[in-house]
């Protein structure tokens, strides 16, 4: 997996950024179809380029808003980011400490509909648990991405709230393998899968101000790379 691809969108997500060129000026390009002016036409936006319209970040910090393009300064809407931080600080046992990303009012104005749509934390005594669930999962491509991203967003939160992350839950709605990965995902499963390697999360103290430098993997091991097309 590619840890600073992974990373850099999450960070993405995070920053409530929905603006392609951010990622691509960091050697991100995993938007471009989606961002494309001719695949945003196809979805009847009239953004321009690399405007991906109200998805996972606006969510994330800005449920609610009007969304008004890339360029404006957005200051309303629910910080459902920061309502999960201060419940599991104040209230832990709460069962209702979601983040949602699937917005029925602005599914038309996504250039793509959140496929990872909701995750929920639960805390047990010092441990801080998760499960997410996808409506619609690439198996070979974007499965393991989205457990890449979610398990570091895990310890996102429990960094902020000092708990100890323990279970990422992987819920799939409709779990998918594409024709033309077959070939790739049949010499995958030959592969005996290696020892796990170690993330270490520097002390972050505040969800605005996380920098991909915080995050070390180390004892990393893996195959060559596998390579496929998305479909978009």
């Known amino acids: 997996m590619g840890l600073k691809t992974i990373l850099r969108e999450l960070l993405w997500f995070i920053s409530g950024s929905t603006n392609n060129k951010e990622l691509q000026k960091k050697k991100v390009y995993i938007w471009d179809q989606n961002a494309d002016k001719k695949y ?16 996972y970040g606006f969510q994330w910090r800005h ?36 983040l949602n990303s699937w917005n ?12 990872h749509v909701m995750v929920q934390f639960y805390i047990d005594g010092e441990y801080i648990d998760a499960q997410l669930y996808q409506r619609s999962g ?21 960094k902020l709230t000092n708990y100890i992350p323990r279970y990422l839950h992987h819920v799939l709605g409709d779990a998918h393998i ?10 995958q499963l030959q592969r005996v899968p290696m020892k796990s390697p170690d993330l270490i999360v520097s002390n972050i103290s505040d969800i605005n101000h996380i920098d991909e430098d915080d995050f070390i993997i180390s004892n990393y091991e893996s195959y060559q790379q596998l390579k496929v097309d998305m479909i978009v």
């Open 40 to 55: 945003l036409q196809s979805r009847n936006l009239d953004y321009e380029e690399g405007d991906l319209g109200p998805i």
């Open 63 to 98: 449920f609610g808003d009007t969304y008004r393009g890339i360029h404006h300064k957005y200051e309303g809407g629910i910080d459902q980011l920061q309502y999960v931080i201060d419940m599991i600080k104040n209230e832990p046992t709460s069962r209702r400490i979601i």
């Open 104 to 115: 029925p009012c602005d599914i038309d104005k996504m250039s793509l509909p959140p496929c």
């Open 138 to 158: 690439d198996m070979f491509l974007g499965v393991p991405f989205n457990i890449v991203s979610y398990s570091l967003l895990l310890h996102i939160i429990g």
């Open 178 to 187: 594409y024709k033309s990965h077959e070939k790739v995902v049949k010499e």
